[in-house]
């Protein structure tokens, strides 16, 4: 690990839970408080902004690599990671957070830590203290949503970290998955299964439910997509009671009330490109009159034992 400045820890909002459940727009509205900073999907910056030529874009809309926010943070990671490169890191990452023995060698490090795992957390942590030295903001927000980052990051007592599990309506997420993309020619697209979507949604909830556990009570929230896309203010209330900083005037009549702020965020959907003033919490309950009555029931059938602990139901309440 690396000695913090005057012993402060980094303060790390992580957003955790399966894809498509609205954690891009969390992100967008926790950053425009002027002393949080989104990092958007933070874990893929150094497969998408290290080489010139990998063209992934930043918010600001340059390209990851030619954007001067994050230029700068290459500079200071490199300063930071002693004896850690760009390319080892690139190795490390996987082995802690998305391949299918990750959750073993993370369990083997909760109390002896092999050389290689704090190799891992100093160059996690460097990539936060270089946003945050380059940034200059008190909170860093990290969507990666994967529970395995958020559990690795735990195990690093030099971040403070507040955990927020996004969940959402499976049945939201399968349809969110299987409707049609605009940008992609129909002959083309090929939807995600329900019967995949569903095996993920279980397994990333059920993952993310283990990490929530075992984390201080004080520092998690779990929070509902449904609750968040029809109750904003109140939801963004409750995280700044949560990280102790008020947040309530951030969101008013579902728009950002601060529209100045300028993002440097890392993956996520494309509304992270989106100006201040366009964005907009717009619910998506599209599946409550679309996605066909044999993969609900599919879903229910099959995940329904788990989404009832998060409150839903099978015949749903219409939030609308």
């Given at each position: 690990m690396i000695n913090p400045p005057h012993g402060a820890a980094l303060k790390v909002i992580y957003i955790?839970?399966?894809?498509?459940?609205g954690s891009t727009i969390l992100d967008l509205v926790l950053s425009s408080d002027p002393q949080i900073e989104s990092l958007g999907e933070i874990s893929k910056f150094h497969g998408y902004g290290w080489l010139p030529d990998e063209n992934r874009h930043c918010a600001c809309g340059l390209t990851v690599y030619d954007c001067h926010f994050w230029?700068?943070?290459?500079?200071?990671w490199t300063e930071l990671a002693t004896n850690i490169d760009a390319d080892r890191f690139m190795y490390l990452q996987p082995r802690y957070e998305r391949t299918l023995t990750a959750w073993e060698r993370l369990?083997?490090?909760?109390?002896?830590?092999?050389?290689?795992?704090?190799?891992?957390?100093r160059g996690s942590e460097a990539l936060y203290r270089a946003v945050e030295r380059t940034g200059g903001k008190k909170y860093l927000v990290d969507s990666s949503l994967t529970p395995k980052r958020a559990y690795a990051q735990?195990?690093?007592?030099?971040?403070?970290?507040?955990?927020?599990?996004?969940?959402?309506?499976?049945?939201?997420?399968?349809?969110?998955?299987?409707?049609p993309n605009k940008k992609i020619p129909a002959k083309v697209y090929i939807p995600a299964p329900p019967q995949r979507t569903?095996?993920?949604?279980?397994?990333?909830?059920?993952?993310?439910?283990?990490?929530?556990?075992?984390?201080?009570?004080?520092k998690r929230k779990l929070i509902r997509y449904e609750d968040f896309a029809t109750k904003p203010s109140m939801v963004i209330s409750q995280i700044g009671e949560l990280i102790g900083r008020d947040l309530s005037g951030l969101v008013k009549d579902a728009q950002l009330t601060n529209t100045n702020q300028v993002r440097h965020t890392v993956g996520g959907n494309r509304v992270r490109f989106q100006k201040d003033e366009e964005i907009r919490i717009r619910p998506d309950f599209a599946w409550m009159e679309n996605l066909p009555e044999k993969d609900r029931k599919l879903f229910w059938r099959r995940a329904g034992w788990l989404a009832r602990r998060f409150g839903y139901m099978q015949h749903q309440v219409d939030y609308r």
């Open positions: 955790m839970g399966a894809g498509h459940i230029a700068n943070v290459r500079k200071e369990l083997r490090n909760r109390i002896n830590r092999t050389g290689e795992f704090s190799e891992y957390l735990s195990l690093n007592p030099n971040i403070d970290l507040y955990l927020i599990h996004l969940v959402r309506d499976g049945r939201g997420v399968i349809w969110s998955l299987m409707k569903t095996k993920y949604w279980i397994s990333a909830n059920l993952q993310s439910a283990w990490v929530f556990r075992n984390i201080n009570p004080e």
